[in-house]
Every structure is written in C-alpha cells, then in structure tokens.
C-alpha cells in the first residue's frame, strides 16, 4: 500500500495512471503519517517503506528512500519472509 498526505482522489488517479501492483492510499489527515512518525522537521511526510510481514509485525524499515534501486532491495526483502 502506499500513502500519501496527498487527497484520496489524487491518489487513486495517481494509482490509475502508473497501474501501480497496490493500493494508493490518500492521508490529508496525516493520521497514518503521524502514527507511522514519518514527518520531517519541514511538515511533510518522509518517503519511507515498512515492509510488514503476514503477522501484521513491521519486519523491515527504510527511512529518507531514494527511488534508485529501492523496489529491488524491497521485492529481495519480501521473498526472504
């Protein structure tokens, strides 16, 4: 799933256009960002991906995620568990 502060309509036409594999989530809230403790000194949310196991436990965290390379790192992470 990926979040955003962005407004839920924003993220489902974000979603429709990349046909991403998961689901956009909108949080203009910022109830996710806030329990997830993702916000920078800036106010805004910080990229970050929680990789969490079928348990529902966070089994891998990136903070400050630079798009290069990520999704790889993360797809390695996913088929260890």
Do not use: C, N, W
């Amino acid at each position: 799933m990926g979040v955003s502060a962005d407004r839920p309509e924003v993220m489902e036409r974000f979603a429709r256009e990349k046909g991403g594999p998961f689901a956009m989530v909108g949080d203009p809230e910022g109830e996710l960002i806030r329990l997830y403790d993702v916000i920078r000194d800036s106010g805004k949310a910080e990229r970050s991906t929680y990789v969490i196991g079928r348990d529902g436990l966070i089994e891998k965290t990136y903070h400050a995620v630079k798009a290069k390379g990520h999704a790889a790192k993360v797809l390695a992470d996913l088929q260890s568990l």
